[in-house]
């Protein structure tokens, strides 16, 4: 039995929604462009300008575009890190009911690219960078001057990452709302689960 690819998220649910709605030759677009550069460079498959042309050419707004092209992103990259054969990944696109049409478009693209794509990941590696430590701090914003009584909690993670050829340590820090924190445990959940799967 394959190995489960992915687990069916509230932001998955959204992002297939909104795939299901573009034309099936812009999905081949978006994601043979994804692929290009999937494992080439740190740089996004879509520069801020071209973003904003897509925002009008699909009609989407800019954080509906970014999840789409995110979920695109990360269909290939679990493609790729499992090899996955075409009708293996049809079949698990299908369980995240993405219309038809659009698995097709998407298991299309990924026959004719998976050979590069796989070659480019084992060539790379999959994690240049490894986590040395985590900090974090809880702020508590008491009061502001038009509503005195509120409280707004916010944390403060810092990941300390480490590069494979360098003894110099990458700082990262990143501020979560309660809302935010909770939908980045959420994602944490996601990705443990589908470990487990893995190592069942």
Known sequence: MAALMFTNTPSIQ?????????????????LSRILSKL????????SE??????QGALDVSGDDLGLILET???F????????????????QLKG????????????????????????RLKSKGLAPKVLEDINWRLNLQLAQSSKVKL??????????LKSE??????????????EELYEFYQQLETIQKQLDTLFK
Do not use: M
Not at 14 to 30: E, F, G, R, T
Not at 151 to 160: S, V
């Open 72 to 74: 695109l992103e990360f």
């Open 14 to 30: 959204k992002a297939v929604s909104l795939i299901n709605n573009l034309d099936n030759s812009k999905v081949s677009l978006l």
């Open 165 to 178: 050829d360098s003894e110099q340590k990458e700082r990262i820090r990143l501020d979560f709302s309660h």
């Open 96 to 119: 995240l009911e993405i219309n038809e049409d659009k698995v097709d478009c998407i298991v299309e693209v990924w026959s004719n690219g998976a050979y590069e794509v796989i070659n």
């Open 76 to 91: 290939v990259q679990q493609a790729a890190y499992h090899s996955a054969k075409p009708q293996v990944l049809a079949s």
């Open 151 to 160: 409280k707004a909690p916010n944390t403060l993670i810092e990941l300390a």
């Open 49 to 54: 300008e071209e973003e904003s042309k897509l």
């Open 39 to 46: 494992y080439v460079s740190e740089s996004r498959p879509f």
